[in-house]
């Protein structure tokens, strides 16, 4: 059974950083891609950032070029985005998922990212 657990959400001020971890268990990844979303209160869930975990080729929607870092540990089947300057509008419930040839099929639960201004 997939399992994805996302971890390091909080309260942090605009400007500051946070680290969000994704762990990933029950299966190998390899040819899958690794993403993260988020989803503010009132708005649909959007796409952040990927990562194709054979060939490390990434990927971000452009709200989050240069401020977002996503990368992964193989060896911990981890997955993790670093933050930094964060706005107030970056608050949202950020959810990792793994997907496939466009499909996104296991999604975790959740951790939430509150930034204040």
Known sequence: QVQLVESGGGLVQA????????????RTFSGYAIGWFRQAPGKEREFVASIRWSTGSLFYVDSVKGRFTISRDNAKNTMYL??????????????????????????GQGTQVTVSS
């Open 15 to 26: 400007g500051g950083s946070l680290r969000l971890s994704c762990a990933a268990s029950g």
């Open 82 to 107: 670093q933050m930094n300057s964060l706005k107030p509008e970056d608050t949202a419930v950020y959810y990792c998922s793994a997907g496939i040839a466009g499909q996104w099929h296991y999604w």
